[in-house]
């Protein structure tokens, strides 16, 4: 993993120096910082990237990566905000935006809207994802809404049958429900 980062990030620095002006090179470049653990310069090459060009959905998600590592909840979760504006048919940003709003700043139910959110655009997209729904089901857990939450870990198994964390997940509900 760390040589494969190396290279990463002498490849993403060169493309940085043939572009200064290329902010998709620089946003790739902080993420590679920021996996590596070198904060102080994921932010502010993530920053220029934004600065570069705002209308780049991938430079408010590698932005938002960076503050998210940063334990900087509210302001990722303003940069995958901007990121969805952007690309509104992105789950996976809206997961980010659920799992901060979760994890960092402590408000189960916005984090249910969105990832609710996700559900639906999977839904009406044809996409049977279940990541949404083990991630609703995770929150109604942390909240001690068992019947919910088991509700949701099905949902995530009937999408995904063979996903053995989602069996473990649905098994620790039961258990913390004492079913």
């Known amino acids: 993993r760390q040589e494969l980062l190396i290279e990463a990030e002498r490849e993403a620095s060169r493309a940085f120096q043939l572009?200064?002006?290329n902010a998709m090179a620089l946003a790739?470049?902080?993420?590679?910082?920021?996996d590596q653990q070198k904060w102080t310069q994921a932010e502010k090459y993530?920053?220029?990237?934004?600065?570069l060009d705002p209308n780049l959905m991938d430079t408010h998600r590698v932005y938002?990566?960076?503050?998210?590592?940063?334990?900087?909840?509210?302001?990722?979760?303003?940069?995958?905000?901007?990121?969805v504006r952007l690309s509104p048919n992105l789950?996976?940003?809206?997961?980010?935006?659920?799992?901060?709003?979760?994890?960092g700043i402590r408000?189960?139910?916005?984090?249910?809207?969105?990832?609710?959110?996700?559900?639906?655009?999977n839904e009406q997209l044809g996409v049977p994802n279940p990541l949404p729904y083990v991630e609703i089901a995770r929150t109604y857990s942390q909240l001690g809404q068992f019947f919910a939450a088991s509700i949701n870990a099905e949902k995530a198994l009937a999408l995904?049958?063979?996903n053995a964390n989602t069996y473990g997940q649905l098994g620790l509900i039961y258990r913390r429900a004492r079913n």
């Open 91 to 103: 789950t996976f940003l809206y997961i980010r935006i659920g799992q901060n709003f979760r994890e």
């Open 46 to 51: 993530a920053a220029q990237a934004v600065a």
């Open 64 to 83: 938002a990566y960076v503050l998210e590592s940063l334990g900087k909840y509210n302001s990722a979760i303003q940069q995958y905000q901007e990121a």
């Open 19 to 21: 572009d200064p002006q």
């Open 28 to 34: 790739f470049y902080a993420e590679i910082l920021s």
């Open 160 to 162: 995904d049958p063979t």
């Open 107 to 121: 408000n189960p139910d916005r984090a249910l809207d969105y990832f609710d959110q996700a559900a639906r655009i």
